[in-house]
């Protein structure tokens, strides 16, 4: 069964500094991996996306995230962070297994913004 | 509306009573998951719809949690004999298939006091 490990449970960052949340996944096939951002109160919202193709793949809010096939990573980025960027983010790993749940998500990494 | 509808968005219930939570996932959507969220914590998985196929209920954390889909859309999540343990927001989610993003309802907040 595929697996996701975010390892960075909780990271701060200045305002304006760039930003990198990792992302590791286990899986014997290239899966579909997603990036979601959780504000305080509020569901889940996608922020990006990787299913073929060009291996950078851009977001909403100026976020971007980079598929490494040989590191299993799909790290996510942003090179200037704003305050409003505070929230939980979940990286999540989709495959096509049959019979499973099909759907995987990492336990969050916290992202707190330093004015 | 076009996206997935959670109701009620808050629910305060006493210890052992019984209590429902309804999804509304986006028309069209073949699978619907069900979610928990404790206070800081991250997505605890719960359960999983796919279309007609047996549901993946291996989340579940006990005999007192069910969940149910009716014709393939409306889901309802069912806890009884809730305990102070089962507070938590729970999330539901839709997809239009196995390769495609979830779509996120707002949650409901579960308080049991």
């Known amino acids: 069964a595929q697996s996701v490990t975010q390892p960075d449970i909780h990271i701060t960052v200045s305002e304006g500094a760039s930003l990198e949340l990792r992302c590791n996944y286990s899986?014997?096939?290239?899966?579909?991996l997603f990036w979601y951002v959780q504000s305080p109160g509020q569901g889940l919202q996608l922020l990006l996306k990787?299913?073929?193709?060009?291996?950078l793949v851009q977001g909403i809010k100026g976020f971007e995230a980079e598929f490494k096939r040989s590191q299993s990573s799909f790290n996510l980025r942003k090179p200037s962070v704003h305050w409003s960027d505070a929230a939980e983010y979940f990286c999540?790993?989709?495959?096509?297994?049959?019979?499973?749940?099909?759907?995987?998500f990492g336990s969050g990494t916290r992202l707190q913004v330093q004015p | 509306g076009a996206g997935v509808s959670q109701s009620p968005s808050n629910k305060v219930t006493e210890k052992g009573k019984d209590v429902e939570l309804r999804c509304d996932p986006i028309?069209?959507?073949?699978?619907l998951y069900w979610y928990r969220q404790s206070l800081g914590q991250g997505l605890e998985f719960l359960i999983y719809?796919?279309?007609?196929?047996?549901?993946?209920k291996s989340g579940l954390p006990s005999d007192r949690f069910s969940a149910e889909r009716t014709g393939g859309s409306v889901s309802t999540l069912t806890i009884q004999r809730t305990q102070q343990e089962d507070s938590a927001v729970y999330l539901c989610?839709?997809?239009?298939?196995?390769?495609?993003?979830?779509?996120f309802g707002q949650g409901t907040r579960l308080t049991v006091v």
């Open positions: 899986y014997g096939a290239t899966p579909y």
């Open positions: 719809f796919q279309g007609n196929s047996a549901p993946d």
């Open positions: 990787y299913f073929s193709g060009d291996t």
């Open positions: 028309s069209g959507h073949t699978a």
């Open positions: 989610a839709s997809r239009f298939d196995r390769v495609t993003e979830a779509f």
């Open positions: 999540a790993v989709a495959t096509m297994d049959t019979g499973r749940r099909a759907l995987t």
